[in-house]
Every structure is written in C-alpha cells, then in structure tokens.
C-alpha cells in the first residue's frame, strides 16, 4: 500500500504499519537532495523507519522542474509543476546523482523507478524519457549490480490503447472498437465508427501514449528489470490490463517481472460504495497475485484528487486532520493475514463467471472465491471441514467465520461478488 512516512504523517504513518503492508512507493527529488532540502533529510530517516518495519521502499526517482540542472520547458496545461519532469541539462550529471544515490541507500533501496506515467508527467519527449531511463539503468546497475529498474508506471487506459491500436492496425476494427468503448465507458467519448476510432488515437498525446507503450517492449527492454501496470479499475479491467502486457513480452520474446499497483475504480467525482471498495481490495489483489505478479501495492491509503480508492478516512477539522479506517482498510488486513508468506498462487480457471484462486500458504491451501454472478461451486477438499470467511466486516470490523463439512471430500459453496476465503480446517 502507498503511504507516507513518519515524518510525513506519523498517524497515518501508524496505521499504514499496523494493516501489516509490506511495500511502499516514495519519491525522490533531484532538486531536492542537490539544495539538500529538509525533504532530503526526512527521506533518510524515513527509510531508515521503514527498512527497520520490514517494510520494501520502491524508491522513484524525479528530475524535478523550474531549476537550473534541467531544460526550462513548458508546463503541459493542466500538470502541476511538483508533479512535472524536465530533462536533465547534463545527463552526465544526472547519471552522476543516480550512482550516489543508489550508493547511499544500499541496502536499504533495492527497488527503483524512472518517474510515473512520463507520458503524462515528463516535458521532454519520448526520446528524450528513454534516454533518461537508459542511463538510469546502466548508472543504478554499476552502482549495484542487484539493484532492480522500472520504467515510468504505467496506467491501464495507456496499456489498453495501445492495445487497441494493435487490434485496429491488424485489422480487427469490430474488437478494436468494442475493447475501447468497454474499457474508457464513462471516461472518454464512446466510439462508433473505424474512422471516430483512428481519430481518437491519432491524437498528438494519444499516439504519445501508445508510442511509449511500444517502446517499453521492444526497443528499451533491455533496460527495464521489472514492468509496472497501475488499474484503479474493477478486477475484470485488471486482468486484461495484465494479459496484455504479458502477451506483449511473448511477441517480443521474453518474460520479466510485473509488479501494480491496484485500487477500486477511480474516476474523479464517482463515488464507489464502502462494500464495493471492501470487495476491489480482495478482488484486484486475488487477480494480480494470483496470476503471477510479484508486489501489488493498494493505491491509496487516503481518497485522493476527488476519487474513492482510499481505505482511511481523513477529516479536517479546524487545522488538522483525523482518521479513521474504513470497513476497506480492515478487508487489507485480513487479507495480509491469509496470504503473507504465500508460497504459490494458482489461477484454477473454472466457469466464465467464477474467480477461484489458490494460494499455498506454510504448506496448507488456501482459496479465494467469488462470482460475477451468483453460482454455487463444488470444492474438493483433503480435510473433513473448512472455514469460510467473508471478506466484507459488519460495523464492528468483525467478519463472519463459519466452518463446514465435507461430504465425499467436496464442500459445495453458494459464490456471490463478495470474495471468500476458503481454508481446510
């Protein structure tokens, strides 16, 4: 789960430790650490916090903008400046800072990423991004050969795009189009024709997106260790999010790590249900885990830029804030508490409408169920009685636990959109 640091908020900071996440995701500033900022100096010890928590930092590195070791560029309508990028004036320089801080943080820093979603935040060009994530590779790799890269995240629409714009080019226009309007419904302007279609991506930002998307599996491959998608989607949107970038590593004839970020469908000014947020939280991380990415992190620990993918609540109140953990925050705990350690995880692919994953946790199994619609399931266990336990908590944070027995090694369980977890008991 993202959060932040002690420093940043030591409350929330507490709470993040206590749901018992075991990654985070923080930046770090170029700009910063050269005009030693207290910025800089809280990251050290924020780290140092972290790494004695147990917890993984995937550090980002930020070129920053408006300062002097950058190109002066202009903002992109819309970005805010802390969010934005310029490329360096010296990448000698800037190969320099990467060497010094992957040195520094030896040990503690393993994970790296060259900036989020750059064809959105970066005021250089695509070129001019891959530039900067090679000569972050090769300076991070000969400061640590053990240290692993990320390009820029990505998010899911700009993995979907260009995923469309393969179906359209290969001529598939009927799939091309019906992925599009499935996928961006409520979000961008449905498409009806092939000629509507070309026009939508043949716009400057949108062949932007699909132009960096290519290139991160074939040109620039070499130079990435570990491939990022972010779906602040529904589960459905996630896996093929995921398959696709799958299906693009095979055409190019490799197969690396991908870690996500997750979090429940996040459009700004669309609220989503405290039930159906409780319910994304098992949902996204059942299909992602469970069909071979590494680290999932939940974006985010607070509602974020009007959208509800927070599983805390924060309220202001004169000058300071108060929290409280939604009914979500408790389904990450448990959820932590079933799967951490988990040994290996099995997509069991059954019917169209059911979701069975199967995790191997000290050596016992256990499942996570749901159905898009209601369907009743036969499971074979190798016990005489399992427990099930909802993974949506009543008003008190209490879930419900039932056991039941098996009749001919088979349990036959009533499955519904809210996931269950199925142990042999």
Known sequence: MTGPGPSQNGELYQLYLDSGAKITWWGLSWKDVAQNTSLWSKLNSDIDDAVNHGVTV?????????????????????????????????????????????????????????????????????????????????????????????HGG???????????????????????????????????SRVESETELRSVLGQEQDQRVIGYVNALFSNYSSYIDIYEFHSYNPYDKTIRVLNYIKSKMAQNGFEKPVRAKVGTLALPGVLVSENTRAKDVVRNFAVTLGNGVGKVLWFTMTDAENRSNGLVDAKQEGGSFTYAPKPAYYTYKLIVSKLEGFSSAENLNLDE?????????????????WSSSNANLSLDLSTNRAKITNSVPD?????????????????????TETPLFVEEA
């Open 353 to 369: 409408n059911i979701f069975a994953y199967k995790f191997i946790v000290d050596g016992k199994p256990i499942h996570v169920l």
């Open 154 to 188: 990505v998010a899911s629409g700009a993995y979907i795009e260009a995923e469309v714009n393969d179906l359209l080019y290969s001529g598939k226009i009927d799939e091309a189009m019906n992925l599009f309007n499935w996928f961006f419904e409520n979000q961008r």
């Open 395 to 415: 008003s008190q944070a209490n879930f419900s636990v039932q056991e039941i027995g098996a009749v001919n090694g088979k349990i036959t369980l009533a499955l």
């Open 58 to 150: 995937v550090m980002q590195f930020k070129t920053g903008a408006n300062w002097s070791k950058v190109e002066n560029r202009v903002l992109t309508p819309g970005l805010e400046e802390w969010k934005a990028n310029s490329p360096p004036k010296d990448l000698n320089e800037y190969r320099d800072f990467v060497s010094q801080m992957v040195e520094h943080f030896k040990g503690k820093v393993k994970y790296w990423e060259v900036l989020n979603e750059p064809y959105g935040t970066f005021l250089g060009s695509n070129d001019e991004y891959f530039e900067l994530l090679r000569a972050t590779y090769e300076a991070a790799h000969a400061a640590d050969p053990d240290i692993k890269i990320t």
